[in-house]
Each structure stands twice: as structure tokens, then as C-alpha cells.
């Protein structure tokens, strides 16, 4: 199964994953992640951000990604 439901185990094997972009495209993604670690989600500890139907360059492989982020701010 590639789709476990949650807190079921995870998935067996190996995965490969080739992100690529543009400068301007990882200093977003730099700039989305750096926000995401300053962020207090002690409000909401199951805080969660879904990005859905990511394809891959040539359109074949469909995945979903889930950002996660537990309780707290800073360190």
C-alpha cells in the first residue's frame, strides 16, 4: 500500500525524490520553510499544510505532500 492511513506503518522500501528549480524557486522554498520553523503552532499541535497533486515534470507521477509541524516556536 503507497497511501498508509495515518499512524498506520509506513511504507517498506526505497524512494527517490529530484526536486529541481530556479534560484528565485529555493529561495521560497527556503523562505516557506524558514517561516514554517518560526511558526507557534501550540494552538493547533496536529498543524498541517497539504500540497496536493504535485506531478512530476513529465506529468506520470502524482504525489501528495503533507507539511507537518508540532507544537512550539523557535528551537
Request: no cysteine; hydrophobic share 35%.
Amino acid at each position: 500500500m503507497l497511501n498508509p492511513d495515518p499512524g498506520e506503518p509506513s511504507v517498506e522500501g526505497a524512494f527517490q525524490l529530484n526536486i529541481s528549480g530556479t534560484a528565485h524557486g529555493f529561495r521560497e522554498l527556503g523562505r516557506y520553510f524558514l517561516a514554517l520553523a518560526e511558526l507557534d503552532s501550540s494552538a493547533d499541535p496536529d498543524h498541517h499544510q497539504h500540497f496536493d497533486a504535485v506531478r512530476s515534470k513529465d506529468g506520470r507521477t502524482v504525489v501528495d505532500i503533507i507539511v507537518r509541524k508540532g507544537p512550539g516556536g523557535g528551537d
